[in-house]
C-alpha cells in the first residue's frame, strides 16, 4: 500500500471499517492526477509532507518507521497524536488535500450529510 | 479589429511578437490596463503564465480540479512565520483572470482614512480620495458591484448575526461583484453560474474585442532593457502542466508588469532593477485572516447562501475586520482534528457548522527572498500587535458564536477539541505559539511600493520604476500600507489610474 493510501485509510476509518478499497483505489487515482498536473512547487511540498508522516511521525511516536506497515490502528493513534506535535504542520497540510480529494466521491460527501452535488462526483 | 486569447501551450516553436504595451499578468490589475490601453487604440499584448479555460468549463470543476488548473500551485503557496508568527497559507490565481476568478466577490473601496493617510503624511498627493473617486465608480460599473440582499445570507450567517447582535455589534452588508448570484458558495472555486463578474466576464472580453491579444500559458523570466529603458520582455512558453517549451519575446514601446505581490519583485530581481532603494520585495502587509466555526443542535447547512455577504467594522479601532464566509464542504470536514473514527464522527457534523472570519489589518513584516526554484521564499515575521490581534479576533468570534447559541467552538489551532464556553474561559489564547494558529491569506500587498523618492520606494506615483523609465507596476505590490479590507477593487481603481496616466504621455519611438 503506497503512503497516501495507507494515511487515507486510517484518516477516513470509520469505527465499523475503514474506507471500501474501491473508494480508496480512486481517491488514489484522483490524488496522482491532482499533483501530475498541480505543478513541480506542490509536488515537492506535498512530498516532504508525506515523507514527514511516514517516516518520522511514527519515530516521533515510539513507532518503527514507515507508517504504511503498521496496523490501521495504529496508524490511526500515530496520526492523532502527531496533530498535537511541532509535526503537525506536515498533517495539516495533507489532511486539507486529503479531504478536499475524499470528500469529492459522492457517497462519502453523503456520508458526511454534504447535498452540494455540484461539488462531488459519483463513482 | 478584434484581438484573441492564444493558448501558447498550443503555439509551436518560439514566439516573437512587437507591441505598443506588453502587460505581464492577466489578473485584477493586468486585464484593467489591457482594457483601458487597447479601446485608446493602443496596441497590447497580455502575457498569462497560468492556462485559458473558458468560463462554464471553470465554473464546472470540482474544488480540487480548480485548484490544479485555476489555482497557484494547488495552494500550497506559504509564507513561513518568524518568532511568534503564524505559518501562512497565501492563496493566489494562476490562470488568465488571475485571481479575480477566485475572489469572494467582496467589493470595498479604499477606506478614506486610509487615502488620507497615503496622500497627506506619506505625500502621494494623486491618491486624494476626491481623486481616485472616479476611478472607482468606472471600475464599480465595469464589474457590477452591488449590495448583497439580506434574503442571500446563509442560515450560517443569520445566526452569528444574532449572536453580534446580542454582544451589541451589527453587521452590515457587503457589496459584491455579482450579477445573478444564486447563493452557491463556490465563488473561490470559480462560480458554476457566471454570476461573480471576475475580470475573464469583463475587462478581459472588452480588451479582446479592441484588439488586445492575450497569451495564455507564457511566462515572463526578465524585463528587457535598451538604452536607459524597457523595451520588452523576455521568457519561455509552457505546456498544459507547466513545463517548459519554446522561448517567447516580446518587443514593446512600454511594459507593465501586473504579476502580483509575490511574482512582480521576482520579475524586477531577476531582470537587476530595483536594488538601489532595497525595498523590492519588502514591506509585504497579508491581511492574515481566520475563521472560527461554531456547531449547533439545529441544522445550518451554512453552504446555502451567498459565500460572503456581511461584514462588521465594530472593532476596526482594534485593527480587525470581521467577514462572513464559507468554505467547500470537505475542507470544512479537514478543519475538524484528529484521525480516523474520532475525525470521522466530526466530520459527520458539518451541517451543524457555521463559519465566521475576519481579518487582521496588519502592519506588514512579510519579505519574499529569492528562491532556489521559480517560487520565491517567503518568511512572515508578525508585528507584537498584530499577535495579539489575532487572540482577540479568535475570541471576539468564539463568543459570538456562544451568544448565537453554539454548544461547542472550533477555534482555528491545529488539533485543539471543540470547546464549550466554559473551556473557553479559561483558555489564554496569548500563550498558545503562533505557530499552531491556522491563518490564511489572499491579499498579499506591497512589495514593490509607491512613494515620493527613490530611496523608499519603487515606482512614482504614476506606477512607472524609479529605477527603469518605461517599465511599470499596476498590481498589488504598490500599495503603500494594508488596506484593513479586501483588496481588489482598490487594486483596480489604481491600475485603471495608472492606465490613464500611460495614456496622458505619449509612446516612446519602437526601438
Ligand atoms: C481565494 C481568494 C479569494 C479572494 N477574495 C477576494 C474578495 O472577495 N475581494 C477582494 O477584494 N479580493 C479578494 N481576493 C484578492 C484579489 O483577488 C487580489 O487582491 C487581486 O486579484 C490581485 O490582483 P493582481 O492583479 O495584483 O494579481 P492577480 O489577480 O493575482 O494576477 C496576477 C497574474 O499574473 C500572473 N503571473 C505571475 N507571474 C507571471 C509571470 N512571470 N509571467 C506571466 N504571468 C505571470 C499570474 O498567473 C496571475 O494570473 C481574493 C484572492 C483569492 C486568491
Ligand atoms: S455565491 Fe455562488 S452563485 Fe454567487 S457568485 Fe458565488 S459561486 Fe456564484
Known amino acids: 500500500m503506497s503512503t497516501a493510501t495507507a494515511i487515507a485509510e486510517a484518516l477516513f476509518a470509520r469505527p465499523d471499517a475503514p474506507p471500501s478499497a474501491s473508494r480508496l483505489a480512486a481517491f488514489d487515482v484522483e490524488l496522482r492526477l491532482h499533483f501530475r498536473h498541480c505543478g513541480a512547487f506542490a509536488r515537492t511540498v506535498f512530498g516532504l509532507a508525506l515523507f514527514v508522516l511516514a517516516w518520522l511521525a511514527p519515530l516521533w511516536c515510539g513507532r518503527l518507521p514507515p507508517l504504511a506497515r503498521l496496523p490501521l490502528a495504529r496508524r490511526i493513534a500515530v496520526l492523532s497524536k502527531i496533530e498535537h506535535s511541532p509535526l503537525q504542520a506536515a498533517f495539516f497540510a495533507v489532511k486539507a488535500i486529503f479531504c478536499l480529494i475524499y470528500f469529492e466521491d459522492r457517497g462519502a460527501a453523503v456520508e458526511i450529510g454534504a447535498d452540494t452535488p455540484a461539488w462531488s462526483v459519483r463513482r | 479589429m478584434t484581438g484573441e486569447i492564444h493558448n501558447g501551450r498550443s503555439v509551436a516553436g518560439d ?53 490544479r488548473h485555476v489555482w497557484r500551485a494547488g495552494s500550497m503557496t506559504a509564507a513561513i512565520g518568524i518568532g511568534d508568527s503564524p505559518v501562512i497559507n497565501v492563496m493566489m490565481g494562476r490562470a488568465v483572470g488571475g485571481s479575480s476568478l477566485l475572489t469572494g466577490g467582496v467589493c470595498f473601496r479604499i477606506p478614506e482614512h486610509k487615502l488620507v493617510h497615503w496622500s497627506t503624511t506619506l505625500g502621494l498627493t494623486e491618491l486624494t480620495p476626491a481623486k481616485l473617486e472616479p476611478y472607482f465608480d468606472a471600475v464599480e460599473r465595469a464589474i457590477h458591484v452591488e449590495t448583497v440582499p439580506e434574503t442571500a445570507r446563509s442560515r450560517s450567517t443569520v445566526l452569528y448575526e444574532d449572536g453580534a447582535r446580542k454582544l451589541g ?100 530581481w531577476n531582470s537587476g532593477i530595483g536594488r538601489g532603494s532595497g525595498v523590492v520585495g519588502r514591506n509585504m502587509t497579508l491581511h492574515p485572516s481566520l475563521r472560527v466555526i461554531g456547531e449547533f443542535d439545529e441544522e445550518v447547512r451554512g453552504w446555502h447562501g451567498a459565500l460572503q455577504s456581511a461584514y462588521s467594522d465594530a472593532f476596526l479601532a482594534e485593527r480587525l475586520t470581521l467577514v462572513s464566509a464559507f468554505v467547500p464542504t470537505s475542507i470544512l470536514a479537514a478543519t475538524m482534528p484528529g484521525a480516523g473514527p474520532a475525525f470521522m464522527a466530526r466530520a459527520d457534523r458539518i451541517r451543524h457548522l457555521g463559519v465566521f472570519g475576519g481579518m487582521i489589518h496588519d502592519e506588514g513584516g512579510g519579505r519574499l527572498h529569492r528562491g532556489l526554484g521559480r517560487e520565491p521564499w517567503v518568511t512572515y515575521r508578525m508585528a507584537r500587535a498584530d499577535r495579539a490581534a489575532l487572540s482577540r479576533l479568535i475570541r471576539i468570534l468564539a463568543d459570538t458564536w456562544f451568544a448565537a447559541g453554539a454548544r461547542r467552538v472550533y477555534l482555528p489551532v491545529f488539533g485543539l477539541e471543540g470547546l464549550d ?67 481588489q477593487l482598490g487594486i483596480m481603481a489604481m491600475a485603471a489610474r495608472a492606465a490613464l496616466r500611460m495614456l496622458d504621455r505619449p509612446l516612446p519611438a519602437a526601438v
Open chain 2, 15 to 67: 514566439l516573437d511578437l512587437s507591441t505598443d504595451v506588453v502587460i505581464v499578468g492577466s489578473g485584477a490589475s493586468g486585464a484593467v490596463v489591457a482594457a483601458e490601453l487597447a479601446e485608446a487604440g493602443q496596441k497590447v499584448v497580455v502575457l498569462e503564465e497560468g492556462g485559458h479555460h473558458l468560463p462554464a468549463a471553470m465554473g464546472a470543476m470540482r474544488p480540487s480540479e480548480s485548484l
Open chain 2, 169 to 268: 455589534y451589527r453587521l452590515t452588508p457587503l457589496r459584491r461583484n455579482t450579477r445573478g448570484c444564486e447563493g452557491r458558495s463556490k465563488c473561490n472555486f470559480v462560480c458554476p453560474h457566471q454570476a461573480k463578474a471576475s475580470v475573464d466576464l469583463t475587462y478581459l472580453p472588452r480588451a479582446v474585442a479592441a484588439g488586445a491579444e492575450i497569451y495564455a500559458d507564457c511566462r515572463v523570466s526578465r524585463v528587457v532593457p535598451h538604452g536607459g529603458r524597457a523595451v520588452g520582455v523576455s521568457g519561455r512558453l509552457l505546456d498544459a502542466d507547466g513545463h517548459k517549451r519554446g522561448h517567447l519575446m516580446v518587443r514593446a514601446r512600454r511594459v507593465v508588469l501586473a504579476a502580483s505581490a509575490w511574482y512582480t519583485p521576482l520579475l524586477l
Open chain 2, 421 to 487: 464556553p466554559s473551556a473557553l474561559a479559561t483558555l489564554n489564547l496569548d500563550r498558545i505559539p503562533a505557530s499552531r494558529i491556522e491563518c490564511t491569506s489572499q491579499h498579499p500587498l506591497g512589495t514593490c511600493r509607491m512613494g515620493t523618492d527613490r530611496a523608499h520606494s519603487v515606482v512614482n506615483q504614476d506606477g512607472e520604476t524609479w529605477d527603469l523609465p518605461g517599465l511599470y507596476i499596476v498590481d498589488g505590490s504598490t500599495f503603500p500600507t494594508s488596506l484593513g479590507v479586501n483588496p
